[in-house]
Every structure is written in C-alpha cells, then in structure tokens.
C-alpha cells in the first residue's frame, strides 16, 4: 500500500494521469499503469484488459471500491479507474509484486 500512495503522490503532483472509464479507455495507449477498482463494470473491464494486454500496459487490481480509490487522490467522487502516465518503471515493478 506504501507503493501505491508514494506512486499516486508522485504523478498527483506531476498530473500525468487521467481518471475515469471515459478517459481511461481513450488512454490506454502511452500509460504506464492501470489502476482498477473492483466497482468497475465487468464489460468496462475486459474492455481495458484487452487493450492492456495488446499495449503490454500492466493493471493493478485495487483491492477497494472506487470511493476509496478517491480518496486516494483527494477527490470528493468516486473513482473506478486511473490510467497513469509518467511512473518510474520500478515503482510499477515492486507494486505488481506486492499484488
């Protein structure tokens, strides 16, 4: 968890990440990261999956809902899922072990 917030503080303060089914699903390409919560829809999910899967983007599966997931980043909503943009590739790493 210490990964996750020490990523999501790094690209907060940077803003290279877009949130939101909508956004994530035109941003796929050029992320670095997916992050998903589990109140995301599953056709909204194997949509990102499958494009994840053809890019090489990895996904992380936040173990919470989308209203924690906007905590997270300060956000008054909810948040189903963020698609990062500028994530040092050993942050991404050591967080996919940790999954």
């Keep these: 968890m210490k990964n996750l917030e020490k990523i999501i503080k790094e690209v907060k ?16 390409k050029g992320s670095k990261l997916i992050i998903v919560s589990t109140s995301l829809s599953n056709t909204d999910k194997q949509f990102i999956e499958e494009h994840c899967k053809e ?8 173990g919470d809902n ?3 997931l906007g905590r997270l ?6 948040i189903s899922t963020v ?6 590739d050993e942050d991404v790493s050591a967080l996919l072990e940790n999954q």
């Design 73 to 78: 980043f300060n956000r008054p909503y909810r």
């Design 13 to 28: 303060s940077s803003n290279k990440y877009k949130e939101g089914v909508k956004e994530v699903r035109s941003n796929v």
């Design 55 to 62: 890019l090489k983007v990895p996904i992380y599966y936040y």
């Design 66 to 68: 989308s209203i924690k």
């Design 83 to 88: 698609a990062l943009k500028s994530v040092a």
